[in-house]
């Protein structure tokens, strides 16, 4: 018999794992709720903190070494996103972020990276996408004092326009960590749903000006380091939850 190996990658191992542990968790906060005649996906919990993930889409956010020189609303794909360009202390070379917050109990992340695109060929004329990776950064949790801190899974890579070449890092930002993924927030909500709390998330997506068709690599100690900001900002208020 030919071992399974041979037709899963590691890739899509760790992706059917990720969907068991989901369905595991489904089953497991179902139950409950069935043998007592109250669905609790019907009528989730609150998100404590909407108040301030609604703010950021009519304020945006501050960035500590950072100053927005530009900031409002813009309606990109099926959703309005709050663009801040950012200019850091003594660069010339803006910066792009863009968030979309969760707005509501119900809202889901959709994978909203096919929106940012569309927005690039549309403002653009293309987006052709190269040199991509999956990165990882960490932050402390605000607070702790501790050595270890949160991680974030992110998407890194160069997009190439007909007028500029970016490198981009995207990421849902939420209390606990940050996934590329979707899915990986459905398990984290899941949990928090068990604790009779929520996993509230900010879809983030960061644009460096880069040379054209420039090694995306040559940026990612100044993409790391606002990512690491973005997301300790973001912790420190619009995902701020009582610990799990």
Same mark, same amino acid.
């Given at each position: 018999?030919?071992?399974l190996?041979k037709f899963l990658?590691?890739k899509h191992?760790?992706t059917l794992? %990720?969907l068991? +542990?989901?369905? *595991?968790?489904?089953?497991v906060g179902?139950v ?10 019907k009528q ?5 903190? #909407?108040?301030?993930l609604r ?5 945006g956010?501050?960035i500590a070494?950072w100053?927005?020189?530009?900031q409002g ?7 309005? =996103?709050f663009?801040?360009?950012?200019k ?6 803006p910066? +792009?972020?863009? *968030?979309?917050?969760?707005?509501s109990?119900k809202?889901?992340? /959709?994978?909203?990276?096919?929106d940012?695109s569309?927005w690039?060929k *549309?403002?653009?004329g293309?987006w $052709?996408? !190269?040199q991509?990776?999956?990165a990882?950064f960490?932050?402390?949790?605000p607070?702790n &004092?501790g /050595?270890?801190?949160?991680q974030?899974e !992110?998407? @890194? @890579?160069r997009?190439?326009t007909?007028?500029?070449t @970016?490198a981009?890092?995207? =990421?849902?930002?939420l209390?606990h960590?940050?996934?590329? &993924?979707p899915v990986?927030?459905f398990?984290?909500d899941?949990?928090?749903?068990l604790h009779?709390?929520?996993a509230p =998330?900010?879809?983030?997506s960061?644009?460096i000006p880069?040379?054209?068709?420039g $090694? %995306?690599e040559t940026?990612?100690? +100044?993409?790391?380091s #606002?990512?690491e900001?973005?997301?300790?900002? *973001?912790?420190?208020k619009a995902?701020?939850? &009582?610990?799990l």
């Amino acid at each position: 018999m030919v071992p399974l190996s041979k037709f899963l990658n590691h890739k899509h191992l760790t992706t059917l794992a %990720v969907l068991m +542990l989901f369905l *595991l968790l489904l089953t497991v906060g179902a139950v409950p709720g069935y043998l007592s005649g109250r669905w609790q996906w019907k009528q989730p919990p609150p998100i404590a903190t #909407l108040k301030e993930l609604r703010e950021i889409r009519s304020r945006g956010i501050s960035i500590a070494g950072w100053q927005t020189t530009e900031q409002g609303e813009q309606a990109i794909g099926q959703h309005k =996103w709050f663009l801040q360009v950012l200019k850091q202390e003594g660069s010339k070379n803006p910066a +792009l972020l863009l *968030l979309l917050p969760q707005n509501s109990s119900k809202s889901q992340p /959709e994978v909203e990276w096919t929106d940012v695109s569309g927005w690039g060929k *549309l403002r653009w004329g293309k987006w $052709d996408v !190269a040199q991509f990776r999956s990165a990882q950064f960490s932050v402390k949790q605000p607070g702790n &004092s501790g /050595e270890n801190g949160i991680q974030v899974e !992110a998407e @890194f @890579f160069r997009a190439s326009t007909n007028e500029q070449t @970016f490198a981009v890092l995207q =990421w849902y930002a939420l209390p606990h960590g940050g996934y590329s &993924s979707p899915v990986r927030w459905f398990i984290a909500d899941q949990i928090a749903q068990l604790h009779q709390s929520r996993a509230p =998330w900010v879809a983030v997506s960061i644009l460096i000006p880069i040379e054209p068709l420039g $090694d %995306v690599e040559t940026t990612w100690p +100044l993409a790391q380091s #606002l990512g690491e900001t973005v997301q300790s900002t *973001l912790m420190a208020k619009a995902l701020k939850i &009582s610990s799990l």
